[in-house]
């Protein structure tokens, strides 16, 4: 997956508490810790995936780094 498709779906998981939060389901601890865990998942899978695209580009356009 891509940190494209990954940022979005991590969008679409704080959209997601936004709404929860609005019906008033802040109270089911469950559902909202359950959440929370798959946005922090998301969160460190994106990071991930960004800098691993970066430094992707970076050898694409550099070539290897020695020294």
């Known amino acids: 997956m891509s940190a ?3 940022q979005d779906h991590l969008q679409q998981l704080q959209a997601e508490r ?3 939060l609005i019906e ?3 109270d089911n ?4 810790a359950d959440l929370e865990d798959e946005i922090a998942a ?3 899978a994106y990071v ?3 800098v ?8 694409e356009l550099s070539g290897p780094q020695l020294g």
């Open 4 to 6: 494209i498709e990954i």
């Open 18 to 20: 936004a709404l929860a």
């Open 24 to 26: 008033g389901l802040e």
């Open 52 to 59: 691993t695209e970066i430094a992707s580009l970076r050898a």
């Open 48 to 50: 991930g995936a960004a």
């Open 42 to 44: 998301a969160r460190s």
């Open 29 to 32: 601890a469950a559902y909202m």
